[in-house]
């Protein structure tokens, strides 16, 4: 019993690769089941909901108008975060069976659809901006065929700019596995502060002006509008305007904290380990 235990728990993920295979971790077969079921739940959700909103706009010309074009070009982001999941589902039991092309490819992808995804959320911000502050302007200023080239702009720079900060991983697949059946994508230091600095603090820095801006017009003209009511009605006014303005102070905050929670982890993570084991 000992013998089979052990023998278990040092499951190579290519048998027939006795020395240089990576060792598949022992985990419950509640929890692997569990996370299967829960990640292809997710994926599945996130592929079919995006694909509708992506044939919905595509589809009615209606539709077809600047703000829903930039929300187009986010599900279509977040369509293939979906289809990057099902790779991620292959990697609950600790291999990688896909090859180092593969590998690559998979995390290659996610850097593209993430920095896409940040810079349409930049472009929908200026979109706001730009109709709360200049309503009488946005017609003119902000057309389909300006929006279309802001975000196909978007998508090419993002393409140039994550084949530069992973052009050492692009040019040797699998350069930093260190057995069989891992995937390993590694960015180095000084490609890591710039990732840092153009995919994370200078969009949220633009993002939180941008909205900040469109919550002081919001709140000024807020303020205007109770100023013209008449006095009879001036405490229901009061009242309304009140919750208007809390509402806009939540939807602001959501939108900037959630945005940090979900990106600040893995910034946190990974210059963290490049202070503590620099790559060169």
């Known amino acids: 019993l000992e013998v089979r235990r052990t023998s278990h728990e040092t499951e190579l993920c290519f048998p027939k690769l006795l020395n240089i295979s990576c060792r ?8 692997i089941m569990l996370t299967y079921i829960l990640l292809s739940f997710i994926s599945l959700l996130t592929v079919i909901l995006n694909l509708l909103v992506i ?32 790779f991620q589902i292959v990697l609950i039991d600790g291999c990688w069976f896909l090859g180092d092309i593969m590998c690559t490819l998979y995390q290659y992808l996610a850097f593209i659809i993430t920095s896409a995804s940040i810079g349409t959320m930049v472009i929908i911000s200026a979109d706001r901006y730009l109709a709360i502050c200049y309503p009488l302007h946005y017609s003119t200023k ?47 230091y000084i490609a890591g502060l710039f990732d840092l600095l153009f995919s994370f603090i200078v969009p949220i820095t633009v993002i939180i002006v941008l909205y900040l801006r469109v919550f002081a017009v919001a709140v000024s003209q807020a303020h205007a509008m109770r100023c013209q009511h008449a006095v009879t009605h001036q405490r229901a006014v009061t009242v309304t305007v009140t919750k208007s303005e809390l509402k806009a102070a939540r939807t602001l905050g959501v939108v900037v904290v959630v945005f940090l929670i979900c990106m600040c982890p893995y910034y946190c993570v990974a210059l963290t380990e490049h202070f503590l084991k620099p790559y060169p």
Not at 24 to 31: D, V
């Open 24 to 31: 598949r971790p022992k985990r419950p077969h509640f929890e």
């Open 55 to 86: 044939i919905s706009i595509s589809h009615f010309r209606q539709l077809h108008t600047p703000t829903n074009f930039l929300l187009l070009s986010l599900a279509v982001a977040d369509f293939f975060v979906g289809l990057l999941m099902f």
């Open 142 to 188: 902000i057309t389909q065929q300006r929006v279309k080239i802001c975000i196909c702009l978007c998508w090419v720079f993002s393409v140039i700019f994550q084949s530069l900060i992973v052009k050492d991983n692009l040019k040797q697949p699998g350069k930093y596995n260190s057995c069989i059946g891992e995937c390993v994508f590694v960015v180095n």
